[in-house]
């Protein structure tokens, strides 16, 4: 079964940082683009970060740029998420999927349907 599965969420103050992975199951990422999405309670679900199978290309939504750093290591299978100066509106679950494409200025779509996601949730 193809399937990708995210970890790392917790209860951290304002200020804190997190570090959330993203590893694959039954293929290899090397050769696609991974995105990071996230979906706060009564809200729209957004793009916050993707990397290209490369890691040649990156991008980051504003909210989180300067923030935020996404990595991958193609040996591990892994895509990690690192979240620094966490904010209380980056609560959510944050969920990772291979995606159509990886553009300076936007992550497309989602392939195929999400996993269970990892919640953050930034609170004193």
């Known amino acids: 079964q193809l399937q990708l599965v995210e970890s790392g969420g917790g209860l951290v103050q304002p200020g804190g940082s997190l570090r959330l992975s993203c590893t694959a199951s039954g293929f290899t990422l090397d050769t696609n683009a991974i995105g990071w999405f996230r979906q706060a309670p009564g809200k729209e679900r957004e793009g916050v970060s993707c990397?290209?199978?490369?890691?040649?290309?990156?991008y980051y939504a504003d909210s989180v740029k300067g923030r935020f750093t996404i990595s991958r290591d193609n040996a591990k299978n892994t895509v990690w998420l690192r979240m620094y100066n966490l904010k209380p509106e980056d609560t959510a679950a944050y969920y990772c999927?291979?995606?159509?494409?990886?553009?300076?200025?936007?992550?497309?779509?989602?392939?195929?349907?999400w996993g269970q996601g990892t919640q953050v949730t930034v609170s004193s």
């Open positions: 999927a291979v995606v159509k494409y990886c553009a300076n200025q936007a992550v497309g779509g989602p392939f195929g349907s």
């Open positions: 990397i290209s199978s490369s890691a040649g290309t990156i």
